[in-house]
């Protein structure tokens, strides 16, 4: 029998959570997503880290000397984590182990797939933990495992640094005993079949494994056992030699028996064979990977190589359709149906050459460049710049010559940088299906210098503030200016101990200037023109010393609420950020620009339905009738203000 890891199919669990959005963020048009209050860092201009001087692009040639700034440090501040392990009994748990992750955990179902933030803990014979040194975040995830309940999470919780942060209590359930009979098409047991449960409802849609909380096989009566599943939705994924792959779901178990008896009949396999030519059909493609996907549940894929003649064959496929799929290098990809029926042994795939594009490289007097490097992006044909196609390719040719091969047919435009020129964008090109264009000219364009002051609202110098440019801002409402151009990012430094920077190279165009300082509100400045060639030397740009809003969360009675979501909207920006209260009911926001803000949080026992009429009565009109949402707090530069929210059910 093959071991677990080699029979089990490949299944990526997939859930979509819906969410109402408030009628209130609807008619503000707010096109930011709710971020989370970043942790607190130690930072001085000394341990700046050393911006990257280009955008998503690793390598470069030549690029401009940046200042020498010592390598950011890579502490974190730390707290100190504790709360107690509770049985449905509300008895203490005396065995089990605290794993914490960060991140914001799955809304229904399933385990997060987080990263872990390192320190663990065994748990007490009063049921209670203690984790030190805890990095300081919003976003801290509690895991706790143990051989007699089901594998639990609690959170996000807010761990303040140099504090002890109790969460409270984090209830287990010993969960469900899962057990049944695997069979075969004629109702007999299947022994040795492999049975894996994975926490939420599981569609195998690729490559990407849900990773099995529990394995176990089957005895020689098809029968299986598994102890301590999920009341949640869980994944039942099961596999025998010579069946096709079984997949069973199953949602929230409501009522309060332990036992759930799923019985699965696993369906015959078919066999898919062939063989792959290269173009013109008369030499077999040799070494090629097939990948084999699908079958009647959508389940799983199987991968192989074409031997000697070209030849390739699946056994033990689940019966209904499948999809051969090949992306050989030099070729263009395939995808062949292969229709539901009984084994197939006469399976035929032709490949097809790929498309090229190529060119030359010139200076702004039309002599090649002998040295560049170039990024390969998507486009269309009016031109508009799309993902990145492929690694950066570093050209060193006398003639200035290039080729870019194994394409898809489409659009496509070249992003160049090379020494004393700014990053050039070439003129669209089309590939056509197995062709190749070879007429490509790029002329690179003189580069300019963008220099300037950042300076606080007291008139001193700002150091260390990461300066990044990016694609000119120009939404519909002019109020959503002040937002992050999103996915523009182009290049970034850093201020000098005077508050001055300066971009070398910079490519002729009209930005957006974003200035980042952890002691400081992140500000856009929008319109920031650039010539071919050009000195442009801005005003100083005035960092407001930074608000900081914190209270407490209570319910209407006043009793103070742990683990609420306050959510803050408003400010220069209209951006909304989140943060939750910690085991002592408090919340934090931190590097708040002067403004007027919103402020609202709502109990757990609230609803979507709630929430949105809630959101719709918090809604006036100004004095020309337009609709907004009165203010909450109005905060001053370098103000800390105390406010309590009262969560709304």
């Excluded at 010559?401 to 070439?426: K, M, N």
């Amino acid at each position: 029998m093959p071991p677990p890891s080699s029979r089990l199919p490949l299944l990526l669990g997939g859930l979509i959570v819906l969410a109402i959005a408030g009628a209130a963020g609807l008619l503000l048009l707010q096109d930011d997503a709710p971020i989370a209050d970043p942790p607190a860092v130690v930072f001085s201009p000394e341990t700046a880290p050393e911006p990257p001087v280009r955008s998503d692009i690793d390598a470069f040639v030549a690029a401009p000397d940046q200042p020498a700034v010592a390598p950011p440090s890579s502490a974190r501040v730390l707290g100190v984590l504790t709360g107690q392990l509770l049985d449905a009994n509300r008895r203490p748990v005396t065995s089990g182990r605290i794993e914490l992750l960060e991140g914001i955990p799955l809304a229904l179902g399933g385990l997060s797939q987080l990263p872990r933030l390192g320190p663990r803990a065994v748990v007490g014979g009063d049921g209670r933990f203690t984790i030190a040194d805890v990095p300081a975040s919003d976003q801290v995830v509690v895991r706790a495992l143990g051989e007699g309940f089901e594998t639990t999470e609690s959170g996000p919780h807010l761990v303040l640094a140099d504090q002890t942060n109790d969460i409270g209590v984090v209830l287990v359930d010993p969960g469900l005993t899962v057990h049944g009979t695997i069979s075969d098409p004629r109702g007999r047991g299947i022994s040795g079949a492999q049975v894996a449960i994975t926490r939420g409802p599981s569609l195998a849609l690729g490559r990407d494994v849900a990773q099995p909380e529990r394995v176990v096989l089957t005895d020689e009566r098809g029968s299986y056992e598994i102890a301590h599943a999920s009341r949640g939705p869980f994944t039942l994924m099961i596999s025998a030699e010579g069946y096709g792959n079984g997949v069973e779901t199953r949602g929230v178990q409501l009522d309060q028996s332990r036992q759930i008896e799923i019985n699965v009949h696993l369906p015959p396999a078919v066999t898919l064979a062939g063989v792959v030519w290269l173009p013109g059909g008369e030499q077999p493609a040799i070494h090629v990977e097939v990948l084999a996907r699908g079958g009647e549940l959508g389940l799983g894929d199987s991968l192989m190589r074409t031997d000697g003649e070209g030849r390739f064959r699946f056994t033990d496929l689940a019966s209904g359709r499948h999809l051969l799929k090949l992306d050989p290098e030099g070729y263009l990809p395939v995808s062949q149906e292969v229709l539901p029926g009984p084994d197939r042994e006469d399976i035929t795939i032709e490949l097809l050459a790929a498309s090229a594009l190529g060119g030359v490289v010139t200076d702004e007097e039309s002599r090649p460049l002998k040295a560049f490097d170039l990024q390969l992006r998507r486009s269309d044909k009016q031109g508009n710049i799309g993902e990145a196609v492929g690694a950066v390719l570093r050209v060193r040719d006398d003639d200035g010559r290039f080729e870019v091969g194994d394409l898809e047919p489409g659009y496509y435009l070249l992003e160049v940088w090379a020494r004393e020129h700014s990053v050039t964008i070439s003129a669209p090109a089309r590939v056509l299906k197995g062709g190749k264009v070879t007429m490509v000219n790029v002329a690179m364009q003189r580069a300019a210098t963008l220099r300037g002051l950042i300076v606080d609202d007291l008139d001193r110098p700002v150091a260390g503030a990461k300066i990044s440019l990016h694609g000119n801002n120009t939404p519909t409402f002019g109020f959503l200016r002040a937002s992050a151009a999103r996915g523009s990012w182009h290049t970034s430094t850093r201020s000098e101990g005077d508050g001055s920077f300066e971009f070398t190279e910079v490519t002729a165009r009209t930005y957006q200037l974003e200035v980042d300082h952890p002691g400081y509100p992140l500000v856009h400045h929008n319109d920031i023109k650039v010539i071919e060639g050009g000195d442009v030397t801005l005003d100083a740009i005035v960092l407001d010393r930074p608000a900081t809003l914190q209270g407490v969360v209570t319910d209407s009675g006043g009793t103070v609420l742990k683990g609420i979501t306050v959510t803050l909207g408003g400010g220069v920006n209209r951006a909304t950020r989140q943060a939750v209260s910690n085991g002592q009911g408090r919340y934090r926001f931190e590097r708040l620009a002067p403004g007027d803000y919103q402020v609202h949080a709502y109990t757990p026992n609230s609803s979507p339905i709630s929430v949105l009429v809630s959101n719709i009565h918090r809604i006036q009109r100004d004095a020309e009738g337009k609709p907004m949402i009165p203010v909450d707090v109005s905060l001053l530069a370098g103000e800390e203000r105390e406010y309590r929210v009262i969560a709304q059910d």
